[in-house]
């Protein structure tokens, strides 16, 4: 599977942001679908992912009641919702893909990564 992330851009803390990943190739409703990120300097943090059909969410402790996942099968596209953005949001992200055992630690599928950043 093929992932293409895009929307990000400069943001002002407590704005908002929604990212999206187009995926094409394999059948894109067998896949888990989840964001990364990493910020400069660090090492790359799992933000959130959907699990299988979309009917279970794993969120990352920092992002928890902020950032939403959600998925259109029809378009082959995954989308994060980013809300209360925070500096320490910023990051340059990255949409991944695999099976639900792996889609939050070690995914095997990444996208090119899209810039977020937000001003204090």
């Known amino acids: 599977v093929q992932l293409q992330a895009s929307g990000g851009g400069l943001v002002q803390a407590g704005g908002s942001l929604r990212l999206s990943c187009a995926a094409s190739?394999?059948?894109?409703?067998?896949?888990?679908m989840g964001w990364f990120r990493q910020a400069p300097g660090k090492e790359r943090e799992f933000v959130l992912a959907?699990?299988?059909?979309?009917?279970?969410?794993y969120y990352g402790d920092s992002v928890k009641g902020r950032f939403t996942i959600s998925r259109d099968n029809a378009k082959n596209t995954v989308y994060l919702q980013m809300n209360s953005l925070k500096p320490e949001d910023t990051a340059v992200y990255y949409c991944?893909?695999?099976?639900?055992?792996?889609?939050?630690?070690?995914?095997?599928?990444w996208g090119q990564g899209t810039q977020v950043t937000v001003s204090s």
């Open positions: 190739g394999r059948a894109f409703t067998s896949f888990s």
């Open positions: 991944v893909a695999d099976q639900a055992a792996r889609i939050t630690t070690t995914p095997r599928y």
């Open positions: 959907s699990v299988g059909d979309g009917s279970y969410t």
